[in-house]
């Protein structure tokens, strides 16, 4: 079975700094995909970024990128510029390509708070 | 706009009652999905759907009903058998339950058992 686990549960930043989020997974699954879902107090779940297991290259999107360490099943997330509005829960989930099923595990999650 | 919407966004219910949470997209998207968030526990799989008429459990759906009788409409029952509903509910969509296909989520739905 596939497992996603998050060991922060609460992070704090100062505005315009730099923090990353912690994942790692266990899967016997050769192919798949990770994502990082942001969850504001609105709990509107939002995508932020999603990384194919067989791409070496690191997935970015604008402030956010990940390192994506295959071999020891890690998948940090990495902001840069920390704004207000990024103050959110943050989600690590995985899916396996190819499956019967588009279902994703989710880790419990790193409340991420950004201080003025 | 397309999107998903779920309703009401807080519900009430007395123990023992069964209550429906509604879920309607008008993405045209053939799976659906339905998801329990507690707190320290992330998002847990109840119920999908990939197809109109179809649908599977998904890890936890002991206490719970759905039907999908139309491709816009996906509605979770919370039946009096689930100890512990009190919980914020997620329904979600993508356009098919084949492979990777982004999920799209609705509002939520927060459940509480007076």
């Known amino acids: 079975a596939q497992t996603v686990t998050q060991s922060q549960p609460e992070m704090s930043v100062q505005e315009a700094e730099t923090v990353t989020l912690s994942c790692t997974y266990d899967?016997?699954?050769?192919?798949?995909?990770l994502f990082w879902y942001k969850q504001p107090p609105s709990r509107q779940m939002i995508l932020v970024i999603r990384?194919?297991?067989?791409?070496?290259q690191n997935a970015t999107e604008n402030r956010f990128s990940v390192n994506f360490q295959k071999a020891a099943k890690s998948f940090s997330l990495k902001i840069s510029d920390s704004q207000l509005g990024d103050t959110a829960m943050y989600f690590c989930?995985?899916?396996?390509?190819?499956?019967?099923?588009?279902?994703?595990?989710f880790g419990t999650g790193t409340l991420l708070a950004v201080q003025p | 706009d397309g999107g998903i919407t779920q309703s009401p966004k807080y519900l009430f219910r007395k123990e023992g009652q069964n209550v429906t949470l509604s879920c309607e997209q008008n993405?045209?998207?053939?799976?659906m999905y339905w998801y329990r968030q507690d707190p320290g526990q992330g998002l847990r799989l109840i119920y999908y759907?990939?197809?109109?008429?179809?649908?599977q459990k998904g890890d936890i759906a002991e206490g719970y009903s759905v039907s999908r009788e139309k491709k816009e409409s996906f509605p979770l029952t919370v039946t009096s058998a689930q100890k512990n509903p009190t919980a914020f509910y997620l329904c979600?969509?993508?356009?098919?339950?084949?492979?990777?296909?982004?999920?799209?989520f609705g509002p939520g739905t927060r459940l509480t058992v007076l």
């Open positions: 759907s990939q197809i109109v008429n179809d649908f």
């Open positions: 979600a969509s993508s356009i098919n339950g084949l492979t990777y296909n982004e999920q799209f």
């Open positions: 899967t016997s699954e050769n192919n798949y995909y």
């Open positions: 990384q194919e297991a067989y791409k070496q």
């Open positions: 989930a995985f899916t396996a390509y190819g499956g019967a099923t588009n279902k994703l595990i």
């Open positions: 993405l045209n998207h053939d799976a």
